[in-house]
């Protein structure tokens, strides 16, 4: 316990400084600076009764200052006005008086409000770390390196606060190759976040033991129907429960990269410094359609050489709209980073779709960048 308490010690230190530094703050110094000016302005012309003013400290404490911090301001107003009384000779007087009982009440209500603040917050900082354990369950970390693969993603969902949406991504290394998947849930809230956990939980029993991709999106299929029936979902609501996908293999001895995809916007192919669409030959049905659409699944190959990169997205990046409702214009937009490295080119992906979009929103979006990094042994069949 001893030691425990040496390491948490520190932490608790810091967060000290940090809160101590934060009262620094102009914002935090504003009851204070408040308290100050009316009571400069009162001395230099008492006529124009600037002692009134005393009530909006402890008010916008409340807003900032804990209970403690709050009363402290309030009472440091209370003392203000009383100094001013006693200097205009005021003590006893209605104004006066009446003056300390407004400041007095405000303070009991500010003190209040700075405590139900204070609960609020508590209660957003455990939902928020609620959340953050959810997406470290749901999106587990994909490892940066998978065999001759460097991956990076990039996620953030649309709900205020919120950690988790129902776009996901995952990948994983199969004696098949490197195996990756990026879907996009219809709908939003809780019920998507929970058919997203559904999907990523399929995937990962399955990722290793299907023999190719169409195998892989049949049993990714079949799970969603498993699920709609033990939810007991009416048939119209079933059938409106489907998820777009884009499944892609990238096999360690071959230079090429096998896609599936089930209805999801396609990727984008940076290759040389040029970027290209890699737009499916034939639709695959999205997941939870196949009984209106058919299961064929048709399988793309492109080539997938030594520095290549495959951009993965849902529409939350390529729907995104700006002030005249203009999609995001993304290949365009990432011919400009086409040589940049997985994690730099999200990070630019990241601040410019914040600069194009205007207001809220209103969308998930997710992203990840796959690039071949290990040359292939094309002979031998094996990554060098």
Not at 16 to 36: K, N
Not at 89 to 109: I, M
Not at 169 to 194: C, F, M, N, S, W
């Amino acid at each position: 316990m001893a030691a425990l308490r040496r390491v948490l010690a520190p932490k608790r230190f810091s967060r000290r400084m940090r809160e101590a530094a934060r009262r620094l703050e102009p914002s935090f110094l504003t009851p204070l600076l408040v308290i100050v000016l009316a009571t400069v302005a009162d001395i230099l012309d008492p006529r124009l009764e600037f002692y009134r003013f005393f009530g909006v400290p402890p008010a916008l404490a409340a807003a900032m200052f804990s209970v403690a911090g709050t009363v402290s301001i309030g009472l440091l107003a209370m003392a203000a006005s009383f100094g001013l009384a006693a200097a205009h000779n005021g003590l006893g007087q209605t104004p006066s008086t009446f003056t300390l009982l407004v400041v007095g009440g405000v303070t009991v209500a500010a003190a209040y409000a700075s405590r139900m603040r204070q609960h609020r917050e508590r209660t957003l900082a455990e939902v928020r770390a609620v959340s953050e354990t959810a997406q470290r369950v749901l999106l587990r970390p994909v490892p940066h390196r998978l065999g001759p693969v460097d991956v990076e993603v990039l996620y953030q969902a649309a709900a205020a606060q919120a950690r988790i949406g129902g776009d996901f991504y995952e990948a994983r290394q199969t004696r098949h190759g490197v195996r990756l998947i990026i879907g996009d849930v219809r709908g939003k809230g809780l019920p998507a976040v929970e058919v997203a956990s559904m999907m990523l939980s399929s995937f990962r029993v399955h990722v290793r033991d299907a023999p190719d991709l169409p195998d892989l999106a049949r049993r990714l299929e079949t799970d969603m129907n498993y699920y709609c029936e033990d939810e007991s979902v009416p048939g119209d609501d079933a059938l409106e429960r489907f998820i777009t996908t884009l499944i892609i293999e990238i096999p360690a001895g071959e230079p090429v990269a096998r896609l599936v995809n089930c209805g999801h916007p396609p990727p984008l192919l940076l290759h040389g410094g040029e970027v290209r669409e890699v737009e499916p030959s034939a639709p695959s049905p999205p997941v939870n359609m196949a009984a209106l659409l058919g299961d064929d699944y048709q399988v793309d190959t492109v080539a997938f050489a030594t520095g290549d990169r495959l951009l993965l997205y849902t529409d939350g990046v390529s729907e995104s709209r700006d002030g005249a409702g203009s999609f995001y214009p993304l290949a365009e937009r990432v011919r400009q980073w086409a040589w940049a490295p997985p994690r730099e080119l999200l990070d630019h992906l990241h601040e410019d779709l914040r600069a194009y979009v205007v207001g809220v929103r209103d969308d998930d979006l997710a992203a990840l960048v796959a690039q071949r990094v290990a040359p292939v042994d094309t002979v031998s069949g094996r990554e060098r």
